[in-house]
């Protein structure tokens, strides 16, 4: 078997950081992308995240995209499952989709040598949160199965818990873990808007380290692997999921504050995910300068 990746990336910068970018014209456009905003870090679909159509990988895909990562700075590359996933679904055809459709996602990151898939665990639907999470991590101890050659590592995504969502609280993430066998192949992205919805408080100093022991108690911090940084739309334990630029949403500046200089931190990928909209106004631009801007040089 194929040796599994390290829980984190440390080499390089302090600071990963990069925004999810469009794969429009090719996947290998999105790292183009990131180097013109300066990112050494950046997210990615590998398909067409809204629709469950495959996408097979040529070897001249592979290429493209493997030359422009050594021509750019980025070093540090996630990749995020289609929506139309659901681990959860306690409808057999939708559920056998989605562990294919995981499968697929996996394989091609492999390829692509990204050591990173971020996925939203699930939605139970209305059947109970414990059954929805062992359907979880049933999809996911059948999709290792099937794949045991991967370098990637599936990374599971704190949630808002909107509508039936699960991965709300950190011990339903470690509920996930401790039932999947490979469990050295999962690791966790923290998204400070989902988070935060969920009722975790980030806002003061104070709060961000309790929110922080609580994931570390829960999960284990050196499980962390990459952080969507976020802002939020809605109020602390609303459950609702909207992402706001940041500084400009219910979190606040501060708490991004905490996080960009957070040695606990060091050498994860920090990905925004905030919204892009057309117009005169650069959002990345705007969102990535105002982050840049709380890290402290003189933090080690």
């Not at 995020?80 to 996602?105: F, G, M, W």
């Not at 996911?140 to 509508?163: K, S, V, W």
């Not at 022991?213 to 609702?240: M, Y």
């Not at 200089?261 to 892009?276: A, F, M």
Request: some cysteine.
């Amino acid at each position: 078997m194929t040796a599994n990746p390290p829980p984190k990336q440390t080499s390089g910068s302090h600071d990963l950081l990069g925004a999810h970018f469009s794969i429009a014209g090719g996947l290998h456009k999105a790292i183009i992308t990131a180097s013109e905003y300066e990112c050494n870090a950046l997210q990615i679909f590998t398909k067409n995240a809204t629709t469950w159509k495959e996408r097979t990988l040529s070897s001249h895909d592979i290429e493209l995209f493997d030359v422009a990562r050594k021509k750019s700075g980025v070093q540090s590359i996630c990749s995020h499952t289609s929506y139309l996933i659901n681990l959860a679904s306690p409808e057999q055809s939708k559920y056998d989709r989605s562990v294919k459709a995981l499968e697929h996602e996996i394989i091609r990151s492999s390829q692509l040598r990204i050591p990173f898939v971020v996925m939203h665990p699930g939605s139970h639907m209305g059947t109970g949160e414990d059954k929805g999470l062992s359907r979880i991590a049933q999809g996911i101890n059948t999709t290792f199965e099937r794949t045991p050659d991967i370098t990637c590592r599936l990374l599971l995504e704190t949630t808002a818990g909107q509508g039936s969502n699960l991965g709300y609280t950190f011990e339903q993430l470690a509920l996930i873990s401790d039932m999947v066998e490979a469990e050295e192949k999962i690791g966790f992205c923290l998204d400070t808007c989902h988070v935060f919805a969920a009722g975790y408080d980030i806002r003061t100093k104070k709060a961000y380290r309790k929110t922080m022991q609580a994931f570390d108690r829960a999960i284990g911090i050196d499980r962390l692997c990459a952080i969507h940084l976020n802002d939020a739309k809605k109020g602390l334990g609303s459950r609702i999921d909207r992402h706001e630029h940041i500084g400009k949403g219910t979190i606040g500046i501060e708490a991004f504050s905490f996080i960009m200089n957070d040695p606990l931190h060091k050498g994860l990928p920090k990905i925004l995910e905030t919204p892009k909209k057309k117009g005169p106004i650069d959002y990345d631009r705007m969102n990535l300068n105002r982050l840049r801007s709380l890290i402290l040089s003189a933090h080690p």
